[in-house]
């Protein structure tokens, strides 16, 4: 991932939040039939290997996982985003010499691909996984709420992933590059705006 010294996130603690902010990961692999792209929600084990481990599923009838990966998987997390007008800068009004950009959070996680089918492994991704998005709400459901049996039939049509971790990015272009002016201009802009991730980008716009 390209990234600039100025929107680079260097510490780990700050790169492993911003992944389990983002729900939803691209899991990606290079393979003889071309390259392949999963959209599929991740979990984050800290405290697996020496950078962490990635746990998520397919479904078996997805080709993904049993076409032979070339080289590491890449697994893409992307934060809240939003488009940045020029007409925000004040310094447009100054030398007109800016132009459109877009603000975003990503991180890029790099990995050997580990796909698994035991039964008992499978739970325990999915249990983690539901426990993970239904810990907000008053009455989360459970992987124990449905019966037994169709939860064993619902496990043998997926597919496990493992993901050891060996490479970790992390980027926040967030108008870091930009006069303190021009980025007050942006966090109004967005503010006044409330397009989708707008309020969320504009927190994220350093004072």
């Given at each position: 991932?390209?990234?600039?010294?100025?929107?680079?996130?260097?510490?780990?603690?700050?790169?492993?939040?911003?992944?389990?902010?983002?729900?939803?990961?691209?899991?990606?692999?290079?393979?003889?039939?071309?390259?392949?792209?999963?959209?599929?929600?991740?979990?984050?084990?800290?405290?697996?290997?020496?950078?962490?481990?990635?746990?998520?599923?397919?479904?078996?009838?997805?080709?993904?996982?049993?076409?032979?990966?070339?080289?590491?998987?890449?697994a893409?997390?992307?934060?809240?985003?939003?488009?940045?007008?020029?007409?925000w800068?004040?310094?447009?009004?100054?030398?007109?010499?800016?132009?459109?950009?877009?603000?975003?959070?990503?991180v890029?996680?790099?990995?050997?691909?580990?796909?698994?089918?035991?039964?008992?492994?499978?739970?325990?991704?999915?249990?983690?996984?539901?426990?993970?998005?239904?810990?907000d709400?008053a009455?989360?459901?459970?992987?124990?709420?449905?019966?037994?049996?169709?939860?064993?039939?619902?496990?043998?049509?997926?597919?496990?992933?493992?993901?050891?971790?060996?490479?970790?990015?992390?980027?926040?272009?967030?108008?870091?590059?930009?006069?303190?002016?021009?980025?007050?201009g942006?966090?109004?802009g967005l503010?006044?705006?409330?397009?989708?991730h707008?309020?969320?980008?504009?927190?994220?716009?350093p004072?």
């Amino acid at each position: 991932m390209y990234t600039p010294s100025a929107f680079v996130v260097e510490d780990k603690a700050e790169v492993y939040e911003m992944i389990k902010q983002c729900h939803l990961a691209s899991f990606i692999t290079a393979t003889p039939a071309g390259p392949m792209a999963t959209p599929l929600p991740m979990l984050l084990e800290e405290s697996e290997g020496g950078l962490g481990v990635l746990y998520g599923h397919l479904a078996r009838p997805n080709p993904h996982w049993e076409c032979s990966a070339i080289g590491e998987a890449l697994a893409v997390f992307m934060g809240p985003d939003a488009y940045v007008t020029p007409s925000w800068y004040p310094s447009k009004a100054e030398h007109g010499k800016v132009v459109p950009t877009w603000n975003y959070t990503s991180v890029q996680v790099s990995g050997p691909a580990e796909f698994f089918h035991d039964a008992d492994r499978l739970l325990d991704v999915v249990g983690r996984l539901t426990r993970r998005h239904e810990a907000d709400r008053a009455s989360p459901w459970a992987v124990t709420d449905a019966p037994q049996n169709y939860i064993s039939a619902q496990l043998r049509g997926i597919v496990g992933i493992r993901m050891p971790i060996s490479k970790i990015a992390g980027k926040r272009k967030m108008s870091q590059n930009r006069s303190e002016a021009d980025r007050q201009g942006v966090r109004a802009g967005l503010i006044e705006r409330q397009r989708m991730h707008d309020p969320a980008v504009a927190a994220l716009v350093p004072g």
